[in-house]
């Protein structure tokens, strides 16, 4: 296997640079006729933007806070509120925000009134650098009421999942789904060169209620059975088959090979155990989703897949989670390969194959951030050979 590459300087402290960077393409995508009538104020404030909402209406500027993510701690939660209060009362007007001024003529704004047949606010979500960041609108009525999102593939890769999650949020409409609840798709089609998806807003407003991890396990349960399983040997699944196309296309990067020669290993040494394979939401995690008494509610639904070895989602939160917690990504990688026989055991994942299922989803992430290529895109986490893979040949040398 050839040397793991380490995350470079160039990749450390910049993501503000690029945040701004990125927030004058934005508006140049958007509002292509430049500086005009229409002012947004910047959060939290221009050197490093997260959320732009309508200086125009103090009360859809404090819906778009409210729905911007979902807080990762309490204290983001606090914060939250008191920027939501400011802004719907009129207070904010006293606050130092930066502001950005753009046209709305030929924008998609109009695009978008057309569309719905109804008047629409808008709010500009500006995220952290990756390879697939995207223009996402949150969609709001005059009075602040939410009306549904919005999102642009600009590129290749963006384009490819806008259009993957249409085709998910329409295929997961037809389900009777108990578990969880999944936006509808309002329009799909496209804007000048763009790809665009317009899907209905969930209801986040409604009172929430605590999230116990078998409630949790009980809805990716239900996702990965949706469309039934099937069970096969792994090195003859049609499963590894495509794992091999996307390694093979990721190859001319070092550490492609690198992941090529370990999933190589893997499959030559549990080729022969049968998976079971299902569906996946293909990025579950605490801020795709909401806890509501009835029902969780789920979105961003580009990564949906089928035909994956069942389980694959409750890894994945667990790593995530981790990996939202603390600096050490090694770490998180590793915590959530001890966690696996729990995390996977309400799945029907037989415990001798709970190890192998974990590993296979270390390369199936891995093997996206290479297709994807985040670390060129300057994403945190792009650089494998500063935390995933390292790990991962580590446990390879360990599996007998």
Same mark, same amino acid.
């Given at each position: ?63 778009? #806070? ?231 509610? #789920? ?63 270390? #390369? ?37």
């Amino acid at each position: 296997m050839s040397p793991l590459p380490t995350a470079p300087a160039a990749l450390s402290g910049q993501d503000r640079q690029l945040r701004a960077a990125y927030l004058r393409e934005l508006l140049a995508t958007l509002y292509p006729g430049g500086a005009g009538s229409r002012e947004y104020l910047v959060l939290p404030h221009a050197r490093r933007p997260k959320l732009l909402v309508p200086a125009s209406s103090g009360r859809a500027a404090a819906t778009a #806070v409210r729905h911007a993510t979902e807080p990762r701690s309490g204290r983001a939660a606090a914060a939250r509120r008191l920027v939501a209060a400011a802004l719907r009362t009129g207070a904010g007007r006293g606050l130092p925000l930066d502001r950005v001024r753009v046209e709305p003529a030929g924008s998609v704004e109009p695009h978008l009134r057309e569309l719905l047949g109804i008047p629409v606010i808008l709010a500009i979500h500006v995220g952290p650098a990756r390879a697939n960041r995207k223009p996402v609108l949150q969609l709001l009525s005059p009075a602040g009421e939410p009306i549904g999102f919005a999102k642009l593939g600009t590129g290749p890769l963006t384009r490819r999942l806008v259009r993957a999650e249409a085709a998910a949020l329409a295929a997961l409409s037809e389900l009777r789904l108990r578990q969880l609840t999944v936006p509808r798709v309002l329009h799909s089609g496209g804007w000048r060169d763009h790809q665009l998806l317009v899907q209905s807003a969930l209801p986040v407003r409604q009172p929430r209620a605590g999230l116990r991890p078998e409630r949790l396990a009980l809805a990716m349960r239900e996702l990965a059975y949706c469309y039934g399983s099937h069970q096969a040997p792994l090195a003859a699944s049609h499963y590894w088959r495509q794992l091999q196309r996307r390694l093979a296309g990721v190859a001319d990067q070092p550490e492609g090979a690198t992941l090529a020669a370990a999933a190589g290993t893997l499959v030559g040494r549990s080729g022969t155990v049968p998976l079971r394979y299902g569906a996946w939401h293909g990025d579950w995690s605490p801020w795709n989703m909401a806890t509501l008494a009835g029902t969780l509610l #789920v979105w961003d639904w580009e990564r949906f897949a089928r035909d994956v070895p069942i389980g694959f989602d409750a890894v994945h939160y667990h790593l995530q989670q981790r990996l939202a917690a603390g600096r050490d990504a090694a770490g998180a990688v590793r915590h959530t390969l001890a966690a696996a026989p729990a995390l996977l055991a309400p799945f029907g994942v037989p415990p001798a194959d709970r190890e192998l299922t974990a590993l296979l989803y270390l #390369v199936d992430l891995a093997a996206r951030y290479l297709a994807d290529r985040q670390a060129a895109a300057g994403a945190r986490l792009g650089v494998l050979g500063s935390w995933l893979l390292p790990v991962l040949l580590e446990r390879l040398q360990e599996v007998p």
